[in-house]
């Protein structure tokens, strides 16, 4: 009986001591080729792969889903058990037609989650990117030892790119694309942002990082989350723009009068968890027309470390902490003293903090 085949575009190559093949498969076969292994019945030293997070897989669909103008998915990585046939176009060429038989099974070292997720945007009826191609690289499979030394090699150098990076990049978040506009309208953050890395290196003269100022942000946006982006980063621009006029220390960095290692090493100011106290403030605060006049108490407020007001609120065994509970504590603490009324939960927070 003749086996089905498949055909797919491929080239041959060679890595080190094996020859292995890049080829382009219609996302439609990735059903058929690739298998999810249920490996959280078997001893990890046995598994050839981590146990699929399930958790992960609608995410992945729906980012199909909800971008299938211009989605965008790196190679999968596969071992095959049956040798496929490779036809050159002319002798001896490296490219030419890969054919894989139907039924075949292709082990996965690197991509099991996105291709999870390619199945499940199919289940889901996406037809549209049905025909689309995924690139995947073939390797011979030899053992269950070669294939974990493979998922290793292909994990072990994999950097995580940091939150602040992401949000710079992201140009499908609306949040971030506010975000960055209201940076560029608001001088302290403007000139103080770092918008790289997720935390601020010990001589760094910047006060915030974006990933900060995003977080910031999604508290105060909520509730208008159905505007567009330039109305919210009006909003935006406005609400930091007044907070600016009331945080002095900002201005004495912004102006060269204080260091920014010295702000960060003696007041709480610019933390993260403050920054996100003073969103969910904004939060709150906006839905009076009279809300600038009620911010002019920050000023008073003592953002040293060494304030023993701040203990158990979001400074811990004298270090800041931004958990939770330290940002609500932080919010409640800061609305106290803008002589604003609290919700009972945030009244039990301060007394759970005195």
């Known amino acids: 009986m003749i086996k089905a085949e498949v055909s797919v575009p491929a080239m041959r190559g060679r890595m080190g001591a094996r020859t292995y093949y890049a080829c382009l498969m219609p996302m439609n076969a990735v059903p058929q080729f690739f298998k999810f292994t249920d490996w959280a019945g078997i001893s990890p030293e046995d598994r050839e792969q981590r146990v699929l997070n399930i958790k992960r897989v609608p995410d992945l669909a729906a980012y199909i889903t909800e971008n299938e103008e211009d989605y965008l998915f790196s190679s999968i990585t596969a071992s095959y058990k049956s040798e496929p046939t490779f036809e050159p176009f002319t002798p001896d060429a490296s490219i030419g037609v890969l054919k894989l038989g139907l039924g075949d099974e292709l082990i996965i070292n690197d991509g099991q989650h996105r291709a999870a997720g390619i199945v499940q945007a199919l289940k889901d009826g996406s037809v549209s990117f049905r025909e689309d191609t995924l690139s995947v690289l073939l390797f011979p499979w030899e053992s269950t030892s070669r294939v974990q030394q493979m998922f290793s090699d292909l994990n072990r150098f994999v950097q995580k790119t940091s939150k602040s990076l992401d949000i710079l990049y992201d140009k499908r978040d609306e949040t971030a694309a506010a975000t960055l506009a209201m940076i560029e309208k608001v001088p302290v953050f403007k000139e103080l942002t770092e918008k790289e890395k997720v935390s601020l290196e010990t001589r760094s003269t910047k006060l915030f990082t974006l990933a900060a100022l995003y977080d910031a942000n999604v508290e105060l946006l909520k509730g208008y989350e159905g505007n567009d982006i330039m109305t919210n980063a009006a909003l935006l621009v ?20 204080k260091l920014a290692i010295e702000l960060r090493q003696e007041k709480i100011s610019s933390h993260s968890t403050v920054l996100r106290a003073l969103g969910g403030l904004g939060a709150d605060l906006m839905d009076s027309s009279e809300w600038r006049p009620r911010l002019s108490p920050l000023e008073a407020i003592d953002w040293s470390k060494k304030n023993p007001e701040w203990e158990n609120i979001c400074i811990v065994a004298n270090s800041v902490v931004s958990n939770r509970q330290a940002r609500a504590a932080t919010k409640a603490f800061i609305k106290a003293k803008l002589g604003l009324n609290l919700t009972d939960g945030e009244q039990r927070t301060l007394d759970r903090a005195a």
């Open 238 to 257: 406005g609400y930091w723009t007044e907070v600016a006029k009331h945080m002095p220390d900002w201005s004495k960095v912004l102006s060269g009068q």
